[in-house]
């Protein structure tokens, strides 16, 4: 067995019992005098789920001299994702541009009482925004991983054993080709996903989830043509009453989805609505795909545990108000990796939950706290009623907010804009606000018409 012949390279620190030590003072001061573990053999790491974030993790792990094991069950399907990727990931993480589908540079949010705004009129020339097929960017992502020295077993985990000591070895059983196996390693990268069975493997704690259900249509030709480069967001009670419902481009089709925290039992209602919103602009097409996946809400209260960390939507980094997963999962896996690199000085060495969270946690929530919880606020002040999704789509017709949305969204920093135009804006959405809401009960009503039509 693979576990078997890992305990007997590594006698020392994986034994299945904790060591007896005659003096335990010795011991805690042996620790004191020597903090780093040199292992006898490369430290072995073990990221489950092939997604962006396990990917990246897993190349990392490999480049920087990990013995890397790449679980991914089903390497032919992807998660259900509208599949929109920021600018900036296009050249940090070296996506080839034949793998974009659409450049998508025409944007329209469209308000419940059916108000349309266009939203990409600040865009620069270079600019849009890429959608791509999940398959083919976490294929692409898994072959790189692969070529970077980490192995891919295409199996499923059933369970994992985690130990009692410190010195003792994480032990994985999966299923590969109808055979059972197992494998120990030293530390584990959940990146499985929001129903992760390594959190509550560790105990990480539950989190809130939304569902998102989306279709992919083949269009006419002539209406594909129609979203040759244009996105769409409609905002409504009618297709969801928390989140926002979509209409993204494919390269031969259109993804039409929605999703929802408080209302998943009416999640196929919600689907029907949105496509009734589109319907003459979809009328004849075909649907090719239905999917559905659960997306966390909010990150778990545990991250890391012991030697296991969590990276992408199994920890829970997915941002409220726009619901952007791919490139945090993708930037929390590359992150994680590395801080085990430097922790492990490429592998010499053996790591703690200490220095998991000190390389790992602290700079990722150091980097992107503070845009979780923006986002977080502001989903709470324009996703609450329409009324205030009516202010929201007012605001967006504002061409400083716009500039300000795509240079937060493209490029992944909070923008720093013009004091002035700032205090406009925030005296502009009071206003919005308070007039929206003045026309409430209005827009509120025709939701309702269109709810009890559906």
Not at 191 to 211: E, L, M, P, W
Request: glycine fraction near 8%; include cysteine.
């Amino acid at each position: 067995m693979a576990a078997q012949t890992y305990l007997q390279l590594h006698p020392l620190r994986c034994l299945p019992f904790p060591l007896k030590i005659q003096n335990p003072q010795n011991q805690t001061h042996h620790f004191k005098q020597k903090p780093r573990n040199p292992v006898v053999c490369k430290l072995r790491v073990a990221v489950i789920g092939g997604g962006p974030a396990g990917s990246s993790a897993a190349e990392a792990l490999a480049t920087g001299g990990i013995e890397t094991f790449l679980f991914e069950r089903s390497p032919a399907t992807a998660k259900p994702c509208g599949g929109a990727i920021p600018l900036c990931m296009l050249d940090e993480f070296s996506i080839p541009l034949n793998l974009i589908d659409r450049r998508v540079t025409q944007m329209r949010i469209v308000s419940p009482s059916n108000l349309v705004v266009d939203f990409g009129k600040t865009l620069k020339p270079h600019e849009f925004i890429a959608m791509l097929r999940r398959e083919v960017l976490d294929s692409f992502l898994r072959q790189r991983a692969e070529s970077s020295g980490a192995t891919l077993l295409k199996a499923l985990v059933t369970n994992l054993v985690v130990p009692t000591s410190t010195r003792e070895p994480y032990v994985i059983h999966y299923t590969m080709d109808n055979c059972q196996h197992q494998l120990a390693v030293d530390v584990i990268i959940g990146a499985d996903g929001a129903n992760s069975r390594v959190a509550k493997s560790i105990k990480a704690g539950n989190y809130t989830t939304a569902i998102a259900f989306q279709e992919r249509i083949k269009l006419p030709e002539d209406k594909m043509g129609y979203y040759e480069n244009l996105a769409e967001m409609y905002i409504g009670n009618d297709v969801s009453p928390d989140f926002y419902a979509w209409v993204f481009p494919k390269c031969d089709h259109v993804a039409v989805g929605t999703g929802t925290v408080c209302s998943k039992s009416n999640i196929k209602s919600l689907q029907h609505a949105i496509r009734t919103r589109v319907k003459p602009k979809i009328e004849g097409g075909k649907v090719i795909k239905v999917e559905a996946h659960p997306i966390p809400e909010h990150p778990r209260p545990v991250r890391v545990r012991g030697r296991v960390a969590l990276v992408g939507d199994a920890a829970g980094y997915v941002t409220k108000c726009s619901g952007e997963g791919i490139y945090f999962a993708a930037k929390s896996g590359r992150i994680c990796g590395e801080a085990i690199v430097k922790a492990s000085e490429g592998g010499e060495n053996m790591i703690n939950e200490d220095d998991l969270k000190r390389e790992y946690l602290r700079k990722w929530d150091d980097k992107y706290f503070t845009t979780f919880k923006f986002l977080d606020v502001l989903q709470k002040v324009f996703y609450g009623n329409n009324a205030a999704r009516e202010a929201l789509v007012e605001l967006c017709g504002d061409e400083y907010v716009q500039r300000m949305t795509f240079d937060s969204y493209l490029y992944k920093n909070l923008a720093s804009g013009n004091r002035w135009e700032d205090a406009k804006m925030v005296m502009n959405t009071i206003s919005s606000l308070v007039r929206c809401n003045i026309m409430g009960r209005e827009v509120e009503a025709s939701a309702q018409k269109i709810l009890s039509r559906v």
